[in-house]
């Protein structure tokens, strides 16, 4: 197998068997002779998106989830189902007979964060599908492929312009975005990249951004799917872009942070960090907020690149963090929830929730929600930081 991340520094050990984890569950290039990973469950790190105070999140059950934040219901879709996959990934059990291997107990894994548009909510699964569920009931209204499945799908769906958006591969050497018509399902165009796409697309203006495995940010018309530009890395891209104010921001497996003209497709300077840049990050007032699997977050001046201050979280940070006012709020694997003041500077721990924390956090009304590998999500307030009850994310609970 192909590893194509170019790293530089060995990464802390339960992260490298995460991420080595993953790799092996998606690159079918590097499953020959292992046979089947016996006992292997799904792990999945989906975001909340909330709209209209409902959060929709994607659960280690395989399941779309809907929360209503202000009276606390809870709603689950059926579990997504591994058809068409015949006897499951590595040779192992069907998921019907127990099988792990991207099914089992556990369910279809999800990675990606749902998008929720004209009144339907997007999700994709490893089980090479893409849904469109009711964002009210939470049934099915349209899978895509009607028939058979993709290659497992890791990367997330973004929705714009009547259209969806989601990497995947028909062939294991045949990756692809897609965009889809959000109105029937129907495939309007498919654009082929030279390698994985892990990237969740982000849409902005007429123009669709993501990364690929074959170290390039692409830039397409988000009508035709024509390209418009492409910039390459120095290593592998999995990362989600930020687009803010005529630049696209990115982080590679090369250690760097990217700002890249959004126009032309120039670059405009690029950052190093001690680890991998995996969490999308966010901008405020001109500053950069970075997290690193270094267990750092940089805050960087948005237009030079320069380093403003760095800020230590014990931990790696893979999860993207939120604005609530005028606050940064992060949380480190280890479980460690901190909130910086962007007019001070200073950092300070909200609290520490004791779990497992790898995807992208989301807020409301000054409340942080956090999705944890427990099968939970915290509430914490953020200015306080008090913890708010937990939300279980099991079915029948």
């Not at 997504?80 to 006897?87: E, Y």
């Not at 994985?196 to 902005?204: A, D, E, F, I």
């Not at 991998?276 to 940089?298: H, M, N, Q, S």
Request: charged share 15%; hydrophobic share 40%; glycine share 14%.
């Amino acid at each position: 197998m192909e590893m194509r991340f170019r790293q530089n520094k060995a990464l802390p050990v339960k992260v490298a068997l995460l991420l080595l984890m993953v790799v092996l569950l998606v690159t079918a290039g590097g499953l020959s002779g292992l046979g089947c990973i016996r006992g292997l469950q799904a792990i999945g790190w989906s975001g909340g998106a909330i709209v209209d105070n409902t959060l929709f999140v994607g659960s280690k059950e395989g399941r779309l989830v809907a929360i209503n934040l202000a009276e606390g219901g809870r709603q689950w879709s059926e579990a997504l189902k591994m058809s068409g996959q015949g006897a499951g990934l590595f040779g192992c059990g069907t998921p019907a007979a127990g099988g792990g291997c991207g099914g089992g107990p556990t369910g279809v894994a999800i990675y990606g964060t749902p998008a929720v548009a004209g009144g339907l909510v997007y999700i994709a699964g490893y089980n090479g599908k893409i849904y469109a569920f009711d964002s009210s009931t939470l049934q099915i209204r349209r899978i895509y492929p009607r028939e058979g499945n993709l290659q497992p799908i890791v990367g997330g769906t973004a929705a714009a312009q009547d259209t969806v958006y989601v990497g995947a591969a028909d062939t294991k050497e045949s990756w692809k975005l897609y965009a889809l018509d959000a109105a029937t399902g129907n495939e309007r165009w498919q654009f082929g990249t030279g390698d994985r796409v892990w990237s969740t697309p982000v849409v902005s203006g007429e123009t669709v951004y993501f990364g690929s495995f074959d170290y390039k940010l692409y830039a397409l018309d988000a009508e035709s799917g024509n390209k418009l530009w492409e910039f390459k890395a120095e290593g592998a891209i999995g990362a989600t872009p930020l687009v803010h104010n005529g630049t696209v921001y990115i982080g590679s497996f090369d250690r760097h942070l990217y700002a890249v003209d959004a126009a032309s497709g120039t670059l405009k300077w690029q950052f190093m960090g001690e680890n991998w840049f995996w969490a999308t990050p966010l901008v405020y007032e001109g500053v950069i907020y970075a997290p690193c699997l270094d267990g750092r977050v940089y805050a960087l001046d948005a237009e030079s690149g320069l380093k403003l201050d760095e800020y230590d979280l014990g931990s790696p940070v893979s999860s993207s963090p939120v604005l609530v006012d005028s606050t940064i709020v992060l949380a480190s694997q280890a479980g460690g929830i901190y909130a910086i003041d962007t007019s001070s500077g200073q950092k300070r721990q909200l609290v520490d929730i004791e779990a497992e924390v790898y995807g992208p956090l989301s807020t409301s009304q000054g409340v942080v929600y956090i999705h944890t590998q427990d099968l939970k999500i915290h509430a914490v307030d953020a200015s306080s930081g008090a913890e708010l009850p937990t939300i279980s994310l099991k079915s029948g609970e």
